[in-house]
């Protein structure tokens, strides 16, 4: 039996606004959805409608002027039940239609599905009661001769106003991906032979020049060439502070320019630029699927021609040991059962979840590529956090600068700056930064020679300088007694001092780190608390990596791990029995993201680390991870409680439908109160679902 199948014919009727991947300014899926949102709801009021005259007629004893009018007349009673017929008939061509549709596809492939329960029953109820107008010498007893096209027409209006409700809903729950597409600006300011014209962004181009003013969104992916400004990229990061942007900066469409002008050069076409990426990925998490929903679709296999037995089972019980009317009892028992048995709840209860669960992380910067990573992240034990760029800003800044000569940090600082100025060093490029923030004009320097592993070397102004580490210090023979306490202490604390010696006599020590982000010490408690074990694993010498354990908390570390031992480390943690997460950054992390059982890259990071992830942190924030751990356990938690529902709905339900409560209390259900139940049954996941929206989870 086609399980997989079985479950496409089920989503594509009961729910037929699936995303599906166009690009971020093919609004094809929302007008979709809410056409199709349009047609149910018209179903439902032309079922509505006619519903109202044929319940009348139906019971005409409760309304005394239908009474007076239809039981003193047999042949206005006979046709007024005839008119009723081809009224609840058109109902089920208009308004019931897609039922037989679903029931047609899924009996080509040999399956019974949801549409399969909901057609026959209503089909039943409408050809005994045409039996029972035309042809009611069939009966043994006259008053089995009664018509039922009530059932039909309310039970197809239930039931497409919750097909209704659960359009509706999932538009609700892709709310991040429209959100997102909403962003994009519909119009660019280009420059074109020296002129500016505004033009759509369908015509933009790359290389083209677009001008950007404050308060204007940025129409497209670029680098700015020509001005700067505070620009709001919360759409993409979830950062609320606007982030500082000049010459040679990247920005990125959809984002709002805050403060100044600019004019920025375009990098990417529209369908390559980072929102449409993030629309893509949301698209594809919100259309996948959780293993969980492999167990549903089995069930679900089985569930549907087995409630047809019960139904047929049902029926004989009903016929032979069964009050008088017999007839009608097992009637009324068999639609009811396949009426209530509508697996509807149980087919939304995975997708309502994963979709609005999903859209939560999009609108925190967290993109979940699978419903099968969503899962796994929620049994995680351990988190393995790689250092450089993930716990650290990812580049080396200068910390501290100490003098215990005449000379001011200041004029240590000016000469360390100019004889790196040479230096392509990153602890070179680290103090060069500092100077420049502090407007610090840098000095001729003569005779430069960097000096491989040692340090560099040069005159400035006459003085012979030396710059570098405690070797460059031996081999020139200058002694660093006084310096040997402050190096060691930075050393400690996870910096790289480097000595500053002037015409053969030690002058300073100028301390470099790659330092903590402000927020990991706060989000690695987070995980903690959350139960979960943080390693962290980097290339960094036992001392140093030790010292930046001990700032942000983590007491197990792994040190002096290769680029290419990274993905065995993670190996022997699994092979221990953990559920582990790799965080990283980059191109070196890929190989451990792709062997974790939940890859997380962060998005500051490589394009090769975020395509090997199931999970992105556009922020480069650890508070992500916190995010997503949570979401992922929120969403699960969703699910677990809506198949429950749904399968405690089913269980109790069916047996009721059945009539097991007749013998004691004289109950028995009727198709209209198990369409309605039905129909709660699908609200109820649906509002479950819903809930996640209200979500709190940490953001930077």
């Known amino acids: 039996m086609n399980v997989g199948h079985a479950t496409h014919i089920h989503e594509n009727h009961c729910t037929e606004s699936d995303l599906h991947p166009d690009g971020p300014n093919d609004l094809h899926e929302e007008t979709e959805e809410e056409a199709e949102y349009r047609q149910l709801m018209k179903k439902w009021w032309f079922a509505a409608i006619i519903s109202v005259p044929i319940v009348l007629v139906s019971y005409p004893t409760v309304f005394p002027g239908i009474r007076d009018w239809l039981l003193t007349d047999d042949q206005r009673l006979w046709w007024s039940r005839l008119f009723m017929g081809l009224l609840a008939l058109l109902v089920m061509i208009f308004s019931g239609g897609q039922f037989f549709l679903g029931m047609w596809e899924g009996l080509k492939n040999r399956l019974a599905n949801m549409h399969t329960l909901i057609a026959t029953g209503i089909s039943a109820a409408w050809l005994y009661s045409f039996t029972a107008l035309f042809f009611p010498g069939l009966f043994p007893k006259s008053e089995m001769a009664e018509v039922y096209y009530d059932v039909t027409t309310v039970v197809t209006a239930l039931v497409v106003l919750g097909m209704a409700m659960e359009v509706k809903a999932k538009g609700r729950s892709s709310e991040a991906i429209k959100k997102l597409i909403g962003l994009q600006p519909k119009t660019a300011n280009v420059l074109r032979d020296g002129k500016e014209m505004k033009v759509s962004i369908e015509e933009v181009r790359i290389g083209d020049l677009v001008v950007v003013r404050p308060g204007e969104k940025i129409a497209i992916d670029g680098i700015i060439v020509e001005g700067n400004s505070a620009i709001d990229e919360s759409m993409l990061t979830g950062e609320s502070m606007p982030v500082e942007k000049a010459a040679g900066s990247e920005v990125f469409g959809g984002t709002l320019n805050k403060t100044g002008s600019f004019t920025f050069k375009v990098t990417k076409e529209q369908q390559e630029s980072a929102l449409a990426n993030i629309v893509e990925m949301v698209k594809q998490a919100q259309g996948s699927r959780v293993p969980v929903q492999k167990i549903v679709d089995q069930v679900s296999a089985y569930f549907t021609p087995g409630v047809m037995i019960a139904a047929i089972l049902g029926y004989i019980v009903w016929f032979n040991f069964g009050p008088q009317p017999s007839w009608i009892y ?98 070179a490029s680290a103090i060069l930064e500092k100077a420049g923030e502090m407007q610090i004009p840098l000095l001729k320097v003569k005779g430069f020679n960097a000096i491989p592993g040692h340090g560099v070397e040069g005159i400035i102004e006459g003085k012979r300088v030396f710059f570098g580490n405690r070797k460059l210090m031996k081999k020139e023979n ?216 209200r979500l709190q989870v940490i953001n930077r």
Do not use: W
Request: charged fraction near 20%; hydrophobic fraction near 45%; charge should be negative.
């Open 478 to 693: 200058i002694p660093l007694t006084e310096f040997n306490r402050f190096a060691t202490t930075m050393a400690d604390q996870g910096k790289t001092p480097m000595f500053l010696a002037i015409d053969g006599k030690a002058a300073g020590v100028i301390a470099v780190a790659d330092t903590v982000k402000e927020d990991s010490a706060e989000a690695i408690r987070e995980l903690q608390k959350l139960g979960l074990e943080v390693v962290m694993m980097t290339g960094d010498n036992e001392r140093t990596a030790r010292a930046i354990a001990t700032q942000v908390g983590i007491e197990r570390v792994l040190a002096d791990v290769l680029p290419q031992d990274k993905s065995e480390n993670v190996r022997k943690l699994q092979i221990s029995g953990s559920k582990v997460a790799m965080v990283g950054d980059g191109i070196n992390d890929a190989p451990a993201l792709t062997q974790a059982d939940v890859g997380i890259a962060i998005g500051t990071g490589t394009d090769v680390a975020i395509e090997a992830s199931d999970i992105t942190l556009i922020s480069g924030s650890l508070k992500g991870v916190v995010s997503a751990i949570k979401i992922s356990r929120a969403t699960m938690r969703n699910i677990y409680q809506n198949l429950f529902g749904a399968f405690i709905y089913n269980t109790i339900g069916i047996p009721i439908a059945l009539g097991v409560l007749y013998p004691f209390t004289g109950i028995l259900l009727s198709p209209l109160l198990a369409a309605s139940a039905m129909a709660f049954s699908s609200v109820t996941v649906v509002l479950n679902a819903n809930r996640l929206k």
């Open 330 to 427: 097992a009637l009324i028992v068999a639609v009811t059962t396949v009426i209530i048995a509508c697996p509807c709840a149980l087919g939304m209860a995975t997708p309502m979840s994963l979709t609005t669960g999903v859209g939560k992380g999009a609108e925190h910067g967290i993109l979940i590529r699978s419903g099968e990573a969503l899962q796994i992240a929620e049994k995680l034990q351990t988190i393995v956090l790689d250092k450089t760029g993930t716990i650290t800003e990812g580049k080396p800044s200068l910390t501290d600068v100490v003098s215990l000569g005449g000379d001011r940090e200041e004029t240590l600082l000016q000469i360390a700056a100019s004889i790196e100025q040479g230096s392509e060093h990153p602890l």
